[in-house]
């Protein structure tokens, strides 16, 4: 809430540095409460007012341009988003060089290849029959529809000659840069899948309702067949099933499944030992795989590990019907999930510890009032305490009474 840089990738040196210099009152304030250290508004702050501006107006225009780290010679494209339970702002930033690179390389190519078919129409027009010119006018044609960001125009062959080859190679270079360009849309798809999924992971604090919500919308939004979780257990020797997806997750978790984690065929708990992704891409070759009867679909498969810091808390596995579905991409992607669902499922259990301690003192808190004492009587009294059986003790002093109160009550 008070753009003070939290992390940051690429420029350590600016954590916990604020993006422009805070107010004296406010920069007391927070190094009193230990959130900024020691030093001046000048040492913990940048100047980067444009930045500052473009923060505050995320919620109408959270996509602006501005000099994020103030090193480069040039602006940054900034994309914001402020997270729903925490006062914090996630920013991507990129270099306008490196953000317009593609735009620019397939310009220029573009235009090489606008000048160079130019110039061979005005070349060979004059000794060439109509019928070559008509093609090259065609191919010029195509060309200026690419440049254009028409990326699906193809260019007719008709021949087998130089300008036919010339045809087949200019269509297998529009293919491919087509292609490129949909990697990147879907990878960018992905990456906000992942987003969207660890978002709706990070506000539930219960960990059955965050691993099954998990589970349903991973499959949903990736698309496939099914995904499951597995925790391994305290012992640490076993994995355990813990959610999956749809009627058939339920039923497996009800029937308690689990696999050792020492087992060689099994993909799981391969990904636990080896701490990395795993994928099959043909069930049906593979000898890790374990065949399910009621998941009869499954043709492919990657696992990959929960972790924080050091420690393996399960695996997240997900299946698809198709034979090759999976991508070493689909492993960074599904790391990169399955590292935001370990995160989220820690707090889970970190949250549902602190309630057990809760409800554990409170109860100690009503065993002690319930054995308070009730009354204490002159020489011939008794002390009363309330609880399901009562002690009476009889014929002491009232010092002596007045003394055993206050052990009591101070024990």
Do not use: C
């Amino acid at each position: 809430e008070n753009y003070i840089r939290l992390a940051h990738t690429s420029a350590p040196e600016l954590l916990l540095k604020s993006v422009v210099p805070l107010p004296a009152d406010k920069l007391a304030q927070l190094q009193t409460a230990g959130r900024l250290p020691a030093g001046t508004a000048a040492e913990l702050s940048t100047n980067l007012t444009d930045v500052q501006k473009g923060l505050e107006n995320l919620d109408t225009q959270p996509v602006f341009l501005a000099d994020f780290v103030a090193t480069g010679p040039g602006l940054d494209h900034v994309a914001g988003v402020r997270l729903k339970n925490q006062p914090w702002t996630i920013v991507f930033v990129q270099a306008e060089e490196v953000f317009l690179a593609p735009v620019q390389a397939q310009t220029r190519s573009s235009v090489i290849i606008a000048i160079v078919i130019a110039i061979l129409v005005a070349a060979i027009g004059f000794f060439v029959a109509q019928f070559i010119s008509r093609t090259i006018v065609q191919l010029t044609a195509v060309a200026q529809q690419i440049a254009g960001g028409d990326f699906s125009a193809q260019a007719t062959v008709t021949s087998k000659d130089e300008v036919g080859r010339l045809g087949d190679t200019f269509n297998v270079m529009t293919g491919r840069l087509a292609t490129t360009l949909q990697n990147l849309d879907q990878r960018a798809s992905q990456l906000a899948t992942v987003a969207r999924v660890s978002s709706a992971a990070a506000t539930i604090l219960e960990t059955d309702k965050l691993l099954l919500e998990v589970v349903n919308l991973t499959k949903e939004q990736f698309n496939l067949y099914h995904s499951h979780i597995y925790l391994l257990n305290e012992a640490g020797d076993a994995l355990v099933l813990a959610a999956g997806a749809g009627e058939p997750g339920k039923q497996m978790v009800a029937e308690g499944r689990s696999i050792p984690l020492n087992r060689e065929q099994s993909l799981v708990a391969r990904a636990a030992r080896e701490r990395q992704g795993v994928i099959i891409n043909d069930v049906t070759k593979a000898p890790d795989f374990l065949p399910n009867p009621l998941l009869p679909n499954t043709r492919s498969e990657l696992a990959v590990p929960l972790i924080v810091g050091d420690k393996v808390l399960g695996v997240f596995d997900v299946q698809a019907d198709k034979v090759d579905r999976f991508t070493p991409e689909d492993v960074n992607i599904q790391t990169t999930l399955a590292s935001q669902i370990a995160i989220a499922l820690q707090n889970a259990r970190q949250y549902e510890q602190t309630l057990a301690t809760a409800a554990e003192l409170s109860g100690i808190q009503s065993a002690v009032s319930e054995a308070a004492i009730v009354a204490i009587t002159d020489v011939s009294g008794k002390i009363e305490f309330a609880n399901d059986n009562f002690v009476r003790i009889s014929k002491y002093s009232r010092e002596e009474l007045i003394d055993q109160d206050h052990r009591l009550l101070n024990s």
